[in-house]
């Protein structure tokens, strides 16, 4: 069974950094892309991140481009997720997601982590 657990959320002030990581577990993950999306109170769930197997190809939400930096370490079935010059806007609960598919374009994703709030003080 695929496992997805989140981890390093948090309280900041504005102007801070986080670095989520999401550590997979129950399969191999070969050729798989992984991604980050977000849920804000009262708003649908958005994409933030993704990046291919290799690592090669990332993409990137416009409102966290410059600021966000999504990378992964296979021998660790790891997928992080620095975040820096942080906003309250970026509020909301932060999932991980994979995909048996090897494209940092995805609309959909296969296994969801349970989520991480991070929350940015003004």
């Known amino acids: 069974q695929v496992q997805l657990v989140e981890s390093g959320g948090g309280l900041v002030q504005a102007g801070g950094s986080l670095r989520l990581s999401c550590a997979a577990s129950?399969?191999?993950?070969?050729?798989?892309?992984w991604a980050w999306l977000r849920q804000a109170p009262g708003k649908e769930r958005a994409f933030v991140a993704a990046i291919t197997w290799t690592g090669g190809t990332t993409n990137y939400a416009d409102s966290v481009k410059g600021r966000f930096t999504i990378s992964r370490d296979n021998a660790k079935n790891t997928v992080y997720l620095q975040m820096n010059s942080l906003k309250p806007e970026d509020t909301a609960v932060y999932y991980c997601a994979a995909k048996s598919y090897d494209s940092a374009y995805s609309s959909s994703w296969d296994y969801w982590g349970q989520g991480a709030q991070v929350t940015v003080s003004d």
């Open positions: 129950g399969r191999t993950f070969s050729r798989y892309s």
